[in-house]
T-cell receptor, first 112, second 110 residues
Framework: GDSVTQMEGPVTLSEEAFLTINCTYTATGYPSLFWYVQYPGEGLQLLLKATKADDKGSNKGFEATYRKETTSFHLEKGSVQVSDSAVYFCALSDHAGNMLTFGGGTRLMVKP | DVKVTQSSRYLVKRTGEKVFLECVQDMDHENMFWYRQDPGLGLRLIYFSYDVKMKEKGDIPEGYSVSREKKERFSLILESASTNQTSMYLC?????????FGPGTRLTVL
């Protein structure tokens, strides 16, 4: 079945550091890929998405590129802020777009 | 903006109690989902519904049931709560390939 693997956290960075959170997937067909963010005490919010190979999703300074050859969708940000501290989930949807499969989540902590 | 609301943010129940978790969405979405979130395990699908009175089991349905009497409301029921059901429960509704999540209910079963 489909699966998503992302790096375990916590990831601790200083403000303005470069961020990479790795995400790889296993899926049949042509899934769409997502990054969701969960701020403390809140539900998940969609951060960005990509629906086909080589697409780049971007939002709020975060980017991720759908790499079919390496089955990856790594999340990057050039300069993190304290307000980016949250848990980040990589996910894929099945080819029909009905179901989401999530990775285990990566907690990011940004220190001033 | 899509809004998904859940009836409680925090809930404490005793072993053996019947527990109802309510979820309401305001965007007329047909598909709704219940997940539980546990550290290191990400989100796991309990049940989903693709229409009123229709339901399908997800990956971990044991110990849970659901009810969808109206399109906007999807309820998760723990018939007899157990301590291993202590978790964060998240509801979502879907439009095309995107899911919209509620704020979650943190349930503690003593």
């Amino acid at each position: 079945g489909d699966s998503v693997t992302q790096m375990e956290g916590p990831v601790t960075l200083s403000e303005e550091a470069f961020l990479t959170i790795n995400c790889t997937y296993t899926a049949t067909g042509y899934p769409s890929l997502f990054w969701y963010v969960q701020y403390p005490g809140e539900g998940l919010q969609l951060l960005l998405k990509a629906t086909k190979a080589d697409d780049k999703g971007s939002n709020k300074g975060f980017e991720a590129t759908y790499r079919k050859e390496t089955t990856s969708f790594h999340l990057e940000k050039g300069s993190v802020q304290v307000s980016d501290s949250a848990v980040y989930f990589c996910a894929l949807s099945d080819h029909a777009g009905n179901m989401l499969t999530f990775g285990g989540g990566t907690r990011l902590m940004v220190k001033p | 903006d899509v809004k998904v609301t859940q009836s409680s943010r925090y809930l404490v129940k005793r072993t053996g109690e019947k527990v109802f978790l309510e979820c309401v969405q305001d965007m007329d979405h047909e598909n709704m989902f219940w997940y539980r979130q546990d550290p290191g395990l990400g989100l796991r699908l309990i049940y989903f519904s693709y229409d009123v009175k229709m339901k399908e089991k997800g990956d971990i349905p044991e110990g849970y049931s659901v009810s969808r009497e109206k399109k906007e409301r999807f309820s998760l029921i723990l018939e007899s709560a157990s301590t291993n059901q202590t978790s964060m429960y998240l509801c979502a509704s879907r439009w095309e390939r995107e899911q919209f999540f509620g704020p979650g209910t943190r349930l503690t079963v003593l």
